[in-house]
Nanobody
Framework: QVQLVESGGGSVQAGGSLRLSCAAS????????MAWFRQAPGKEREFVGA????????NYADSVKGRFTISRDNAKNTMYVQMNSLKPEDTAVYYC?????????????????????WGQGTQVTVSA
């Protein structure tokens, strides 16, 4: 059974930092693109960023560019997002996602429909 499990969420004041982890089990994603999405209350799920299988390519939403950094450790089958300079508008449930397709990054990395596996989400709350 394939599972993605996020951890590291919590509450932080504006300007603070958090590091989220996404640990995969049941299969390796070392040859697949992975991504982070988030969903705030009353809003649609939105793309945060994506990373290619060798970490050669990363791409971020404009809203987090320069503040968030996605990385991965294929030996641990784990992806991370370092979130700095957090703002109240970053408050959301954060989800990690992975696809079955191998060796593809492309231009549709920001589409939720591309990803086959999803974690259960972890809450991030940023207070002013």
């Amino acid at each position: 059974q394939v599972q993605l499990v996020e951890s590291g969420g919590g509450s932080v004041q504006a300007g603070g930092s958090l590091r989220l982890s996404c640990a995969a089990s049941g299969r390796s994603f070392s040859k697949s693109t992975m991504a982070w999405f988030r969903q705030a209350p009353g809003k649609e799920r939105e793309f945060v960023g994506a990373i290619s299988w060798t970490s050669s390519y990363t791409n971020y939403a404009d809203s987090v560019k320069g503040r968030f950094t996605i990385s991965r450790d294929n030996a641990k089958n784990t992806m991370y997002v370092q979130m700095n300079s957090l703002k109240p508008e970053d408050t959301a449930v954060y989800y990690c996602a992975a696809e079955s397709r191998l060796y593809y990054f492309g231009s549709d990395y920001n589409k939720a429909t591309r990803y086959d596996y999803w974690g259960q989400g972890t809450q991030v709350t940023v207070s002013a």
